[in-house]
Each structure stands twice: as structure tokens, then as C-alpha cells.
């Protein structure tokens, strides 16, 4: 049976688009690998009415709720492959039959890649964060790292200073533009020249930050800016256009969130910096109201 929607994701965003298709008693498959980018944080926060509950519970939750709807349906898997054009899409995935539909949602989220440094990926999700929106509140204060790995971090540093006295480690990055380098000055960021060689979690639960000079400073979390990059082939084998950003390319799409490709739409962290539960699901209802209002109005929506 073809499917009204194929949603490739079943995060925050896939999920909340599932939810407005549902509601509209359309036929959704939600196809998803059970690897959300969150997976690695043990709590969400700034979410509300959801501040401290685990990311896991929340998508348990969403998902229970939506397998109430006779017409959801879910594939566990990674799809690899799609191909078609709009009212016939078709996606391919390991060890399951190939699914039709008219429409495709593509909420695959980003992939967070890591600097090589020895000890970081033990500690990412814990003490090794991304977003002090996020997670900046339960540091309490005190001694804050920012580890330099894009242009944009003395940007990062400057935000940092309203959770905790924050120290850039430059890592080798080129020193701040005059402007940037008076607001860290002003914000009391300090600097630390040199390269980051390793990383350590002490045995109070701090970070120890060891650096090629033979110099380590120890804090109490360390913000990164990871390279983030579109989940999967699919975006580019569809064609759909990208658009660069200061956190990286993500799908180009309009308002309603269709891309450039008719028929395909795009959620979440691939189509909207920057990364945020709460956004992802706002971005998530507005595609599914473009995909079902494309549905009935096609004219309107190619």
C-alpha cells in the first residue's frame, strides 16, 4: 500500500510531523535506526514541562502515544537508499521490502564528528557538551573550558561567560579578530595558546586538560564545537539543495519546509540551526502541516 508520507527520522522533529499527519488520518511509516543525536546527554533541559527527563523517556513516550493512531506505522532501520519524484517516492532499507509513498520527510538529523583528541569521546555527553543553553545551568559556576575547533569560538567563549569563568583554549586555531578578542577581554575569557594532546576525567569528576607545552588546567566541562554533517546519502542522492550556515550546511527549504525538490521535505537539525529539541519539533509540526496542506493543494505546494 503506498504510503501518504515517508518519514525518514523518528526524532523530535520526525515525530511531531507524525503526529500533525496522523491527527489528519493520512498514512505515515516512520522509519528510524534508533540513534538520536541527543542519545549521548543523560537529561534533556530548557524544554518545557520536560526539564531532566531523559531524552530516551521523552521519544518512548511520543512513540507510544503515536502507535495509538491506526494509521502510523514503524520500520526500525536505516534507510540508505531513495529515489522517485513527487506522488512516487520509493525507500529502500536493509531487509525490508521497498516502501512507496507520495510525499517524503527527511528529519535524519546531523551527525556530530569529533576532534581526534585522546579522552574526548568518553567524555561527550557528560563533561565534553555542545551547547551551554543546554547544559550550562547544571555546571553551577565555576572554571569552563571552550576548545577552539572552528572560527566561531571565540563566539562560543563570550556566551559561556554567563555559566562560569571560561578559559578559550586556542588548540592552534589563528588568534580572534581585534573585535572578538575586546569582547572576550571584557567578558574576562581568558586565553590559552597551545595544543590540546589529551583529555581526563579526574577522580572529582573534573576534566583535565593536557596540552603539548606540558601545561594542564583542570574544569569542571568543556564546550566544543563539533563538525556536523547531514545524516546519510539520501539529501544529496534526492538533489536537494544545501545551504551554508556558521554551524555547518544544512537542507535548504521554504517556509512550509518543502526543499528544492518537489514533494521532499526536510526537519530538524539538517534544515535548522542550531540544535534544539524543542526547535526540532516546532520544525517538525511545520512540515507536517506543508506536507498535508501539499497533499490537497498540490498546485500550491511545487
Given at each position: 500500500?503506498?504510503?501518504?508520507?515517508?518519514?525518514?527520522?523518528?526524532?523530535?522533529?520526525?515525530?511531531?510531523?507524525?503526529?500533525?499527519?496522523?491527527?489528519?488520518?493520512?498514512?505515515?511509516?516512520?522509519?528510524?535506526?534508533?540513534?538520536?543525536?541527543?542519545?549521548?546527554?543523560?537529561?534533556?533541559?530548557?524544554?518545557?514541562?520536560?526539564?531532566?527527563?531523559?531524552?530516551?523517556?521523552?521519544?518512548?513516550q511520543a512513540r507510544a502515544q503515536l502507535a495509538a493512531y491506526?494509521?502510523?506505522?514503524?520500520?526500525?532501520?536505516?534507510?540508505?537508499?531513495?529515489?522517485?519524484?513527487?506522488?512516487?517516492?520509493?525507500?529502500?532499507?536493509?531487509?525490508?521490502?521497498?516502501?512507496?509513498?507520495?510525499?517524503?520527510?527527511?528529519?535524519?538529523?546531523?551527525?556530530?564528528?569529533?576532534?581526534?583528541?585522546?579522552?574526548?569521546?568518553?567524555?561527550?555527553?557528560?563533561?565534553?557538551?555542545?551547547?551551554?543553553?543546554?547544559?550550562?545551568?547544571?555546571?553551577?559556576?565555576?572554571?569552563?573550558?571552550?576548545?577552539?575547533?572552528?572560527?566561531?569560538?571565540?563566539?562560543?567563549?563570550?556566551?559561556?561567560?554567563?555559566?562560569?569563568?571560561?578559559?578559550?583554549?586556542?588548540?592552534?586555531?589563528?588568534?580572534?579578530?581585534?573585535?572578538?578578542?575586546?569582547?572576550?577581554?571584557?567578558?574576562?575569557?581568558?586565553?590559552?595558546?597551545?595544543?590540546?594532546?589529551?583529555?581526563?576525567?579526574?577522580?572529582?569528576?573534573?576534566?583535565?586538560?593536557?596540552?603539548?607545552?606540558?601545561?594542564?588546567?583542570?574544569?569542571?566541562?568543556?564546550?566544543?564545537?563539533?563538525?556536523?554533517?547531514?545524516?546519510?546519502?539520501?539529501?544529496?542522492?534526492?538533489?536537494?539543495?544545501?545551504?551554508?550556515?556558521?554551524?555547518?550546511?544544512?537542507?535548504?527549504?521554504?517556509?512550509?519546509?518543502?526543499?528544492?525538490?518537489?514533494?521532499?521535505?526536510?526537519?530538524?537539525?539538517?534544515?535548522?540551526?542550531?540544535?534544539?529539541?524543542?526547535?526540532?519539533?516546532?520544525?517538525?509540526?511545520?512540515?507536517?502541516?506543508?506536507?498535508?496542506?501539499?497533499?490537497?493543494?498540490?498546485?500550491?505546494?511545487?
Amino acid at each position: 500500500m503506498q504510503q501518504d508520507a515517508i518519514i525518514i527520522g523518528g526524532s523530535f522533529a520526525g515525530l511531531s510531523a507524525a503526529y500533525i499527519l496522523a491527527r489528519a488520518r493520512r498514512h505515515v511509516t516512520i522509519i528510524d535506526s534508533g540513534t538520536p543525536r541527543n542519545r549521548f546527554a543523560a537529561h534533556s533541559h530548557g524544554a518545557l514541562a520536560l526539564d531532566g527527563k531523559p531524552g530516551h523517556e521523552i521519544l518512548d513516550q511520543a512513540r507510544a502515544q503515536l502507535a495509538a493512531y491506526p494509521t502510523v506505522s514503524f520500520v526500525e532501520g536505516e534507510a540508505d537508499s531513495a529515489e522517485g519524484a513527487i506522488d512516487d517516492f520509493h525507500v529502500h532499507l536493509p531487509g525490508h521490502a521497498p516502501i512507496s509513498a507520495r510525499r517524503l520527510l527527511l528529519a535524519g538529523g546531523m551527525e556530530d564528528r569529533l576532534p581526534e583528541i585522546p579522552g574526548l569521546k568518553d567524555l561527550w555527553g557528560k563533561t565534553v557538551l555542545h551547547c551551554p543553553y543546554c547544559h550550562g545551568y547544571e555546571i553551577g559556576g565555576g572554571a569552563i573550558g571552550v576548545l577552539a575547533t572552528h572560527a566561531m569560538a571565540g563566539h562560543q567563549a563570550i556566551l559561556a561567560a554567563d555559566w562560569g569563568d571560561v578559559t578559550l583554549f586556542t588548540n592552534g586555531m589563528p588568534e580572534p579578530e581585534p573585535e572578538t578578542l575586546a569582547l572576550l577581554e571584557s567578558r574576562r575569557v581568558a586565553l590559552q595558546p597551545g595544543i590540546v594532546t589529551a583529555l581526563e576525567e579526574t577522580g572529582s569528576g573534573l576534566v583535565l586538560v593536557r596540552m603539548a607545552n606540558d601545561r594542564s588546567l583542570e574544569v569542571k566541562a568543556l564546550f566544543i564545537g563539533p563538525e556536523m554533517h547531514i545524516r546519510g546519502g539520501i539529501v544529496e542522492a534526492l538533489g536537494c539543495e544545501l545551504e551554508e550556515t556558521p554551524a555547518g550546511r544544512i537542507i535548504k527549504t521554504d517556509q512550509m519546509k518543502m526543499t528544492s525538490v518537489a514533494g521532499v521535505y526536510a526537519a530538524g537539525d539538517a534544515a535548522r540551526p542550531p540544535g534544539n529539541i524543542t526547535l526540532a519539533s516546532a520544525d517538525g509540526v511545520t512540515a507536517g502541516l506543508g506536507l498535508h496542506q501539499s497533499l490537497i493543494f498540490p498546485k500550491d505546494h511545487s
